[in-house]
């Protein structure tokens, strides 16, 4: 998770064949080039925000950067004060549902068992 004020690209890779690629994180200015080497057994395919897949061949690439333009956010307080609310909201922070409590009856019924064995 990262906070919308934070100016970074994250990599993510969607349906891994390995756990060994992860999402990454690079300063907003890096200029990254992915490509598909010539060496290649197969072909692969890239996509922005699961539209308009693109097929790639061997020796194709990609080129990534950030767009100069911020994306606006809307905030009903403060651009923090929103986020970690959504966040604690969406993730259900410190959230505790209420615990039913032990019914007398059931507990003396239990206890009168395991005196019989």
Known sequence: MVH???QTMVVTPICPH???FR??????G???RVAIPRSSRGQGAVSCD???RQDLGRGD???ITMCVWPLPCVNSMDHLADWFHSLSRCLSWNVRQKQK???SSDEGDATADDEDT
């Open 50 to 52: 699961g539209k308009n």
């Open 23 to 28: 999402p990454i994180m690079v300063p907003g």
């Open 18 to 20: 390995s756990l060994s």
């Open 101 to 103: 409590s032990f019914d």
């Open 61 to 63: 690439s990609v080129s």
């Open 4 to 6: 919308p004020s934070v």
């Open 30 to 32: 890096v200029n990254m």
